[in-house]
């Protein structure tokens, strides 16, 4: 079930989150699996050494962002999987923003769909069966890397 509401992180930062969920069968990996009609402002999330690792679906944040909101955030440390693999989000989907964010994090993937602040996004300006999605004001200084194709800076896809 995905997270639903709103959190104000009030500028406090997370420091020190560390998952390990290389296993084939995982999938859906973050802070937050997925999120839905949210609105996550004023948080900072920061790995630890060992950083974020899963398999399918990574984000520090969140692994997918439906009609949800994150603002004035930002992630930073280590984050690597196999498939779609972003620094705060790896799937940001319709009607979701992400507005003056910034990932300081190094994202690295195996397969399809890394980016530095997500691994995909859908809903573009292109799409016209679905809402728009968002990334704006917002950057990203980690390296970004990955072994197979869609591989970008601040998103790996856009659909």
């Known amino acids: ?9 009030n500028g406090h930062i997370i420091s020190g989150l560390w998952i390990n969920r290389t296993a084939s069968n995982n999938e859906y990996d973050g802070l937050f699996g997925s999120i839905e009609n949210d609105s996550i402002e004023n948080l900072s ?20 962002i439906t009609n949800s909101t994150i603002a004035n955030s930002y992630t930073a440390g280590s984050i690597s999987g ?34 530095g602040i997500a691994g995909t996004i859908q809903g ?29 800076s601040i998103a790996g896809n856009a659909q």
Do not use: C, Q
Not at 1 to 9: K, Q, R, V
Not at 124 to 152: K, M, R
């Open 1 to 9: 079930m995905p997270f639903s509401g709103i959190l104000n992180g």
């Open 45 to 64: 999330i920061e790995t630890s050494l060992e950083g974020v690792h899963g398999y399918n679906y990574v984000g520090i944040i969140a692994s997918t």
């Open 82 to 115: 196999r498939n779609n693999v972003g620094g705060i989000a790896e799937y940001v989907y319709i009607y979701t923003k992400i507005v003056r964010s910034y990932s300081l994090t190094n994202a690295y993937g195996t397969w399809n769909g890394v980016g």
């Open 124 to 152: 573009t300006p292109f799409s016209t069966s679905e809402g728009l999605a968002l990334i704006a004001d917002s950057y990203t200084t980690g390296n970004v890397t990955g072994e197979a194709s869609w591989v970008g």
